[in-house]
């Protein structure tokens, strides 16, 4: 069975910094792109960045203050997050491409969210 467990989130205010951490677990064989997205109330999901095969991408509203970075051996994902707004206050949600021990295709997993709140 495999999971991602997301931790790191809080109540920071404006121009502060959070680290998340999103860490897969389970009979895992092989991890291709991972990504983290957020959702705002009354908003829909969406990308805030991902890395894959070592290449990086961003959403244009976090370029500059977010960084996107993964510890392989550790199957553990990161997303430190600078320079904080309140239009960054959202459920972050960790996101992979996981091939398990007992499947020959990649799956999507997704994490249960951790919050981040920014205060003015």
């Known amino acids: 069975q495999v999971q991602l467990v997301e931790s790191g989130g809080g109540l920071v205010q404006a121009g502060g910094s959070l680290r998340l951490s999103c860490v897969a677990s389970?009979?895992?064989?092989?991890?291709?792109?991972m990504g983290w997205y957020r959702q705002a109330p009354g908003k829909q999901r969406e990308l805030v960045a991902v890395?894959?095969?070592?290449?990086?991408n961003y959403a244009d509203s976090v370029k500059g203050r977010f960084t996107i970075s993964r510890d392989n051996a550790k199957n553990t994902m990161y997303l430190q997050m600078n320079s904080l707004e309140p239009e960054d206050t959202a459920v972050y949600y960790c996101?992979?491409?996981?091939?398990?021990?007992?499947?020959?295709?990649?799956?999507?997993?997704w994490g249960q969210g951790t919050q981040v709140t920014v205060s003015s």
């Open positions: 389970g009979t895992i064989l092989s991890i291709n792109h």
């Open positions: 890395t894959s095969g070592g290449s990086t």
């Open positions: 996101n992979a491409l996981i091939r398990a021990s007992d499947s020959i295709l990649y799956k999507a997993y």
